[in-house]
């Protein structure tokens, strides 16, 4: 094994061989190595931005993606066969990779059925943060999940209104930033689409979400009532935060106050609240987690 994976491990907490099912140094590096790859396929689609015409970065940033992407899948197959299971939520680690999938599946498809340029500049980055947090929460308490089925219907949905909402707060942020350039009266940026689509994005994004979070929601609920156990208050706060701030989003059309920019700025702070209820799993405990 090289030299730079051993001393990696160390510091991280986690020795070869590990235990069967336990993420092994080697699975570690390989995402190390997705997450930059993903990530060098961004700063060459953000290359554009000068270069426009250079189709060479546009190819580069697919290539690059599209094998950050593959990387990851492979590593994701591989630890389902050590722990013997192809759920996709068997344990704190893999389900990351399952999010960081999803999110890269949507992204292919979106730009391959009808292209919205500058989309990877938000869901890229978002990539590679859930690659990062699987290597960092997978090294520091790796955490096999239970098979009781209230379980699983909780943490897919969780995990499923989590995906929802990224693509809600990166189509949100584009949102702001062409609605900026137009009141400045700017060139509206070509590349990022027109306000209609944009909003269409993030309201379909938003009540995808929102029914996703809200089976969450209850199933936690049940969960925890059943154990007669006490629920994790940061992570149950955290969690109706997210579904208040969404419920708004959800009703702007009614609402013209909440429409445009407001809801935009709204669904980015709820993804940055649902960062927080994933942030929560993994330190705070409890039934259901």
């Known amino acids: ?73 492979v590593v994701l197959i591989w630890h389902s066969t050590t722990r013997g299971s192809w759920l996709p939520v068997g344990d704190n680690f893999d389900a990351l990779i399952w999010l960081a999938c999803l999110l890269g599946l949507f992204l292919f498809y979106i730009q391959g059925r009808k292209p919205l340029t500058g ?72 590349s990022l689409g027109s306000l209609e689509r944009l909003e269409h994005l993030n309201v379909v994004s938003v009540t995808l979400g929102f029914a996703l979070l809200t089976i969450a929601l209850i199933t936690g609920i049940v969960q925890w009532s059943s154990t007669k156990q006490a629920p994790p208050l940061a992570k149950l706060l955290l969690a109706l935060l997210a579904w208040a701030v969404y419920a708004i989003v959800l009703h702007a059309p009614i609402n013209p106050r909440f429409r445009g920019r407001r809801a935009a700025t709204l669904s980015i702070c709820g993804f940055l609240l649902m960062i927080g209820v994933l942030i929560a799993v993994q330190f705070v405990g409890g039934s259901g987690r």
């Not at 943490?155 to 942020?173: K, N, P, T």
């Open 119 to 190: 989309l990877d500049w938000f869901v890229g980055p978002i990539i590679v943060l859930l690659l990062v947090g699987s290597v960092l929460f997978g090294a520091r308490e790796y955490r096999p999940y239970g098979h009781n089925a209230w379980q699983w219907v909780h943490r897919v949905s969780a995990y499923g209104g989590a995906v929802a909402f990224a693509i809600a707060a990166a189509g949100g942020a584009m949102y702001v930033i062409v609605s900026r350039r137009l009141r400045q009266k700017g060139p509206p940026g070509k």
């Open 1 to 73: 094994m090289p030299d730079f994976v051993v001393g990696l491990s160390l510091p991280l907490g986690f020795v070869d061989p590990a235990p069967i099912g336990q993420p092994t140094s080697i699975q570690f590096a390989l995402l190390i190595l997705a997450a930059v790859l993903v990530a060098c396929g961004v700063i060459c689609s953000l290359a554009r931005l000068k270069w426009d015409e250079n189709d060479r970065l546009r190819v580069a940033s697919k290539v690059l993606m599209a094998a950050g992407g593959a990387m990851a899948l």
